[in-house]
């Protein structure tokens, strides 16, 4: 059994603190490899896509708009980067597999998948009793989709012993944030299932990040103007974020928000559904 992967483990988190202060002075380990991006198109993700590629990565494209996948991957060719874009509605398990069958094929082992692709939904309950397909597209595009494009994916992670997934999700697996239930539900669901096989293959040299972010002005939270005024992330900060989990491999990226959210929810949970439930009350529903 190689110590490797456990050592590596062990030190994410000083790599970690490393990393976000050495900053670029160090040479990137994303140089010369392969790292497939969903939800490309947009966003976190096509801030991401410039971020990974200047760091010398070649970067697999993913999303459903193709003029928009070729935007992206234009302005990275006219930086001197490297891209490839791929069509996938990544909640057509067809469409998936036939995704990950191409990329196997023209790139062997991909070497780190950024499951970046979702949608949010922010209703209560109270306005959903007659919309269980809320949850049901939530579950699809935030957690069966990355769930079958990381499954495909991984038997080639594992045989060549080096890999790395990272799962975008949200404060709000910490927090279980009012209004949520469908969205935070998914993406808690991924952010479990990222930790489990992390557990499972840390000693075939494969690795999993969940960075759980807090708002980021994106087109996502266009739709939702109580966000108008909201402190948020840029999404070339969020980019950044998503290097530093590409590079150092933490377990996960956190806010000082969620966490706080996080250790109030569980050390003192009926206090918390109190404060939540008020909150609730006060704060109007929105359009979707
Ligand atoms: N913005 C925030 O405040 C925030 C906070 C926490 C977490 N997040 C998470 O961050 C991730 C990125 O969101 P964003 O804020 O950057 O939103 P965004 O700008 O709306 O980007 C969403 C991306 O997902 C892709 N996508 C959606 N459905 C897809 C499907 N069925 N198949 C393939 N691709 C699909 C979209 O591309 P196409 O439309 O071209 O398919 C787009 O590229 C999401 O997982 C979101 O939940 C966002």
């Keep these: 059994m190689s110590l490797t992967p456990i050592l590596t483990r062990l030190t994410a988190g000083p790599a970690t603190v490393v990393r976000a202060v050495a900053g670029r ?24 896509a410039y971020a990974v590629a200047a760091r010398g990565a070649h970067v697999l494209l993913v999303a459903r708009r193709a003029d928009e996948l070729d935007r992206v991957r234009a302005a990275i060719e006219e930086r001197g980067g490297r891209a490839t874009a791929y069509v996938c509605d990544l909640v057509d398990p067809e469409q998936v597999d036939a995704l990950v069958a191409q990329v196997l094929a023209e790139h062997g082992a991909v070497d780190a998948l950024v499951n970046n692709a979702g949608r949010s939904i922010r209703r209560s309950v109270r306005n959903s009793f007659d919309r269980a397909h809320d949850f049901e597209r939530t579950m699809a595009i935030n957690y069966h989709g990355p769930v079958r494009l990381t499954l495909g994916l991984l038997p080639a992670m594992v045989e060549q012993r080096h890999g790395h997934v990272v799962n975008v999700v949200t404060w709000g697996v910490q927090a279980k944030s009012p209004k949520f239930a469908a969205y935070i539900a998914s993406k808690t669901a991924l952010d479990t299932f990222g930790r489990i096989v992390g557990r499972e293959l840390l000693l075939d040299g494969v690795t999993v990040t969940n960075i759980r972010f807090a708002l980021v002005r994106t087109p996502m939270i266009g739709p939702t103007k109580l966000y108008d005024k909201a402190p948020a992330m840029s999404p070339e900060t969020a980019a950044a974020r998503i290097v530093l989990a590409l590079e150092a491999r933490p377990l996960t990226i956190n806010t000082a928000a969620g966490t706080a959210l996080g250790l109030f929810t569980t050390f003192v949970p009926a206090a918390s559904d109190v404060v939540f439930a008020v909150a609730d009350r006060l704060l109007p529903d929105s359009s979707r």
Excluded: D, F, K, N
């Excluded at 140089?31 to 801030?47: D, F, K, N, P, W």
């Design 25 to 48: 002075a160090l040479p990137s380990r994303l140089a010369g490899r392969t790292v497939l991006i969903t939800g490309a198109s947009s966003g976190i993700g096509e801030a991401s």
